[in-house]
């Protein structure tokens, strides 16, 4: 009994200075109010007394998992610290003692989060196998997100549309083709305004197929015995939750495109359950079919996704060759004619290069603006590029948009007419100054890993409105004002615990963790799942030009389906927790 007090007494000692550091590290610790810091407490000593018990399960386990946590937990600890790491000017003048204890206590206070969460997930319990569900639920499972979308699609009716949303729609119309956005968008758009000649056909389109594809997670689920209340909970905070809804009324081509990577992923998923057996079907070769040619088309770097996910799948499930290789050879064979042969005879402009070079581009800003280490010869270049003096006018650490569109100032065709040159200059000037190059770097990619946003932080999350002026005079008409105004309301971002809703990384380490409890219920051929999403997400990172949510909507999309897939039992004998 002594025993047990004692331990008790301890963990409520652990949970005070973890929950003590834990808030001084998002804020001065003089500000925090005294209910957040006993609430705090109580929590990291609810989770410290229920995770404690964890230790003897972690024993039971076979020592390639026990391994793979022993190098998991550390390394997803610190990143995941680094990236909530906010302004913290005001631990600057404490003893290096404080701000160690505040660190060290962050970290401690994540792992023990981690370790929770990895605890509750693996307690749930899925039976092994399927069963046999029918098609409707894919119908009654869409029903959710379906709701949710048509309330924004009424609020802001017809639809939302940015310039680039309007560049397109005009090549519906001139039919002059620019594949600076996808064409086979601009293909998708040209037909449905043949059936109604409105903004709103195109975002009912969206809203329809995002649905479709939440129904038929939700099938899937089902069929793999996900237990059902589980499954209807997950679908409606999916729907209720504003980042899903308002992105589908939107008329971009990554709505489609984070769609279908989804899609894209759950087959992949449905490939992996049933160790390669569902490629014998008809239906998955069709939904196959369709989702592939959705994923490779709808955004340029949808492709070498595809083509590396399938390579893959093909070494893992090498004995159903015979399926997988024809479906992905036809997959590539339509996509190289499409864009070859018949973009050159539809005389379809190629996308601007510039595109490709937003962090190369970035980096040599950086050098120039802190007064980097540079040659002669290399300022001589860059004044070319852009004059030296504007340089760090046009700078900013978050977007290469200023830059990129200096139209009048910035000469790319230095670039165009010699690459190799600009190569060259670029390489010698990340090799003279790594540390501003990396700078640059993880400014510009600053969507993709920190959860936190900055004070002074920005980003572009959605728009509501058909963009105001544009030469084809489409106007968004309000049908009823309350559902407008309660809409408007709904989306406002007004505290950081909301703004954690519109941060890719937050969905991203989500993704990481469940995925990571799959494989330890399961075995390694899991990580197959992740891999759509992780080579879009890298694809992302190398050439993203802006802070802009919708790069990275299908990792708020993707979310949903990794939770589930962290309940699911692949029934592999060799892949189990225990020896």
């Not at 402009?349 to 603006?369: F, K, M, Y």
């Amino acid at each position: 009994m002594k025993k047990t007090y004692l331990l008790g007494a301890a963990s409520f000692v652990a949970a005070l200075f973890l929950a003590f550091t834990a808030i001084f590290y998002f804020q001065p610790i003089r500000n925090a109010h005294p209910l957040l810091i006993v609430f705090i407490t109580l929590v990291l000593f609810g989770l410290l007394v229920y995770s404690r018990s964890f230790v003897h399960t972690v024993n039971g386990w076979t020592r390639a998992k026990k391994i793979s946590l022993a190098i998991f937990m550390p390394l997803f600890t610190v990143l995941a610290g680094l990236s909530l790491l906010g302004d913290q000017q005001y631990l600057a003048d404490n003893h290096w003692l404080v701000k160690t204890a505040v660190y060290l206590g962050l970290f401690l206070t994540i792992a023990l989060v981690v370790l929770s969460i990895i605890k509750l997930l693996l307690s749930i319990q899925t039976p092994a196998g399927e069963q046999k569900v029918s098609p409707f639920y894919v119908l009654l499972y869409m029903l959710p997100m379906l709701g949710a979308s048509l309330v924004m699609f009424i609020a802001f009716y017809p639809a939302a549309m940015t310039p680039d949303s309007l560049s397109q729609w005009e090549q519906s119309e001139t039919k002059e083709f620019t594949n600076w956005h996808p064409v086979m968008f601009t293909w998708l758009i040209m037909f449905l305004r043949k059936i109604w000649d409105s903004p709103g056909i195109i975002a009912l389109f969206q809203v329809v197929a995002l649905a479709l594809t939440m129904g038929y997670m939700g099938y899937l689920m089902k069929r793999f015995k996900v237990n059902t209340w589980i499954l209807w909970v997950v679908l409606i905070v999916a729907a209720i939750v504003p980042v899903n809804s308002i992105m589908s009324i939107i008329i971009w081509k990554d709505v489609l495109y984070s769609t279908s990577l989804l899609f894209f992923s759950l087959l992949i998923l449905l490939l992996v359950k049933t160790k390669g057996l569902e490629t014998k079907k008809v239906s998955f070769v069709l939904l196959f079919l369709l989702g592939s040619f959705m994923l490779v088309f709808f955004r340029h770097n949808g492709f070498p996704v595809f083509v590396i996910t399938m390579i893959a799948a093909l070494i893992m499930y090498r004995r159903m060759w015979k399926q997988l290789l024809p479906m992905t050879l036809g997959i590539i064979i339509i996509h190289q004619v499409i864009t070859g042969p018949v973009y050159t005879k539809l005389d379809v402009v190629d996308s601007d290069p510039q595109e490709a070079l937003s962090i190369p581009t970035q980096q040599i800003a950086n050098i120039v603006t802190k007064n980097g280490d540079m040659t002669e010869e290399q300022r001589e270049y860059i004044n070319r590029l852009m004059p030296l003096e504007l340089w760090p006018e046009k700078y900013n650490p978050s977007s290469v948009d200023p830059i990129k569109f200096s139209w009048g100032e910035y000469d790319r065709w230095v670039i165009y007419d010699d690459p190799a040159q600009y190569a060259k200059h670029w390489a010698q000037l990340v090799l003279q100054n790594p540390g501003l190059a990396v700078e640059a770097f993880l400014d510009e990619t600053s969507l993709v890993w920190q959860m936190r946003l900055e004070e002074d932080g920005h980003m572009n999350r959605f728009v509501t409105n058909i963009y105001y002026g544009n030469e084809f005079n489409l106007l968004n008409q309000v049908i009823y004002p309350k559902v407008t105004y309660s809409a408007q309301l709904y989306l406002k971002v007004d505290t950081e615990a909301e703004e954690f809703l519109w941060r890719p990384a937050v969905y991203l380490f989500f993704i990481t963790l469940f995925l990571y409890v799959a494989y330890l219920r399961n075995n390694w051929r899991i990580w197959l799942i992740l891999l759509p999403i992780a080579l879009n997400t890298a694809a992302v990172m190398a050439t993203m030009p802006a802070q802009d949510f919708r790069y990275l909507f299908n990792a708020s999309l993707f979310f949903y389906a990794a939770l589930l897939i962290s309940l699911l039992n692949f029934d592999d004998k060799g892949g189990s927790l225990r020896e």
